[in-house]
């Protein structure tokens, strides 16, 4: 065999986390009981009225492509539920659905962002995001966050970074990894800060359904209650609020003449979501919220239970996540120290030996651009995070 893989494939990383999910399946099959705190879906099944859609889509014939941006009557529930629930007014010419919010993101910065651009990424970071950048040919530029403020921005840091070469900046809040929910006045601010410079905001917003202290913020809405007009792309996501990762709908909704470009690109790409999961998804956005409401407080419980226990280990502190479904501690106590004559340099030496001498999966927070910190998923029952914590509590008493 003769062949050359091409440059993109050697600037890419690979996807960590799902790294860490293959790793756990792996142990399971050697037969090791083996707790998985890395998981970045929901546990719970799809709700039933969901699925009930999803089958009469199938007995009724709605098996085959369905229109580029996605099928009318989806795109129409999609406007729906952005005007009752984020009050923001859109047509379905401004709404385009993909296979996952992963792929709307993807086209997001292949259609806006090419070589010579800069694109602001904020660290912690969602481990997809440089990485969407780069393969738009473009620079992902790190800015800090302030962990003691929810993981807002630091606007200090993006004004010493000031750059006419940035023309975009992607945010996230709730966020994967660290659970921050950004507050009005840093939203506010970043609006004004992009309009001022020209910069497009693209405001993943997959988990605005899980917010559990405050209220979530949608950007747009702010854009537009202060009439601020910065641009703004919102992606959203079926994945998380409805338990349905692997029907792979997500849709952005954002100014018509990006839609249309993002949809061309699309078009060349994959011709159009999924067309069972879209009739699912009608029904997911328009039916019975009930489920929501349910997975919420079930999430909230686990909230609370986890940041708790990972208090309670000494040397460990953990703040109070107010979304999403992830804490986010710091073990930066634990870096240097040693532990069977090694010395753990970085946070993928710490989860290594929580894995090995515990059989627990965790993420190391060095893959997110935060060294000190480790991510767990509480999506998972709660017997599951007592006991992953009490053998983590364990692994670390012989550290010294
Ligand atoms: C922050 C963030 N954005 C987007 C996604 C993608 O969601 P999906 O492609 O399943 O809609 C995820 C999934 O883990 C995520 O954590």
Excluded at 9 to 19: A, D
Excluded at 200 to 210: F, G, K
Excluded at 328 to 339: G, I, Q, R, T
Aim: aromatic share 8%; net charge negative; with cysteine.
């Amino acid at each position: 065999m003769n062949y050359k893989l091409s440059d993109r494939v050697h600037k890419v990383k690979p996807s960590f986390t799902l790294q860490m999910a293959t790793i756990a399946a792996e142990m399971r099959a050697e037969g090791l009981d083996v707790i998985n705190f890395s998981v970045g879906e929901p546990d719970f099944n799809t709700p039933e009225h969901i699925i009930s859609a999803g089958k009469l889509a199938m007995d009724q014939g709605y098996t085959k492509y369905t229109a580029g941006p996605g099928m009318i009557e989806f795109r129409q529930a999609i406007c729906e539920k952005l005007k009752r629930e984020n009050g923001i007014t859109y047509d379905k010419e401004d709404i385009l659905v993909s296979n996952g919010e992963k792929q709307s993101l993807y086209t997001a910065c292949q259609a806006l962002f090419g070589a010579g651009d800069k694109v602001i990424v904020l660290s912690p970071y969602w481990v997809s995001f440089p990485e969407f950048v780069r393969l738009a040919d473009a620079e992902p530029l790190l800015v800090d966050t302030i962990p003691e403020h929810n993981f807002e921005p630091d606007f200090d840091d993006i004004q010493a970074k000031m750059d006419p070469n940035i023309k975009g900046i992607i945010i996230n809040s709730p966020s994967n990894p660290t659970g921050g929910v950004w507050g009005e006045e840093a939203i506010l601010k970043l609006l004004r800060i992009a309009k001022e410079n020209d910069w497009t905001i693209i405001s993943d917003e997959c988990y605005e359904r899980l917010v559990y202290d405050g209220k979530f913020i949608s950007t747009e809405n702010l854009n537009r209650n202060y009439n601020i007009n910065a641009t703004v792309v919102t992606c959203l996501s079926l994945s998380k609020t409805y338990a349905m990762t692997g029907w792979r709908i997500g849709y952005t909704a954002g100014p018509r003449e990006i839609i249309k470009a993002m949809s061309k690109l699309q078009g060349q790409a994959t011709s159009c979501a999924n067309s069972i999961g879209q009739k699912a998804g009608i029904e997911a956005l328009s039916g019975d919220q009930t489920c929501v409401e349910e997975m919420k407080t079930a999430f909230k419980k686990r909230r609370d239970l986890i940041v708790q226990l990972l208090n309670d280990i000494p040397n460990v502190t953990c703040q109070t996540p107010g979304g999403a479904f992830y804490a986010f501690p710091d073990f930066s106590y634990f870096l240097n120290k040693a532990v069977n004559g090694k010395i753990l340099k970085d946070t993928f030496d710490i989860s290594e030996h929580i894995l090995h001498t515990a059989s627990v999966v965790t993420v190391p927070g060095d893959g997110f651009g935060a060294p000190g910190h480790i991510r767990f998923s509480y999506a998972t029952n709660t017997s599951i995070i007592k006991k992953g914590i009490e053998r983590i509590r364990s692994a670390l008493e012989n550290i010294t």
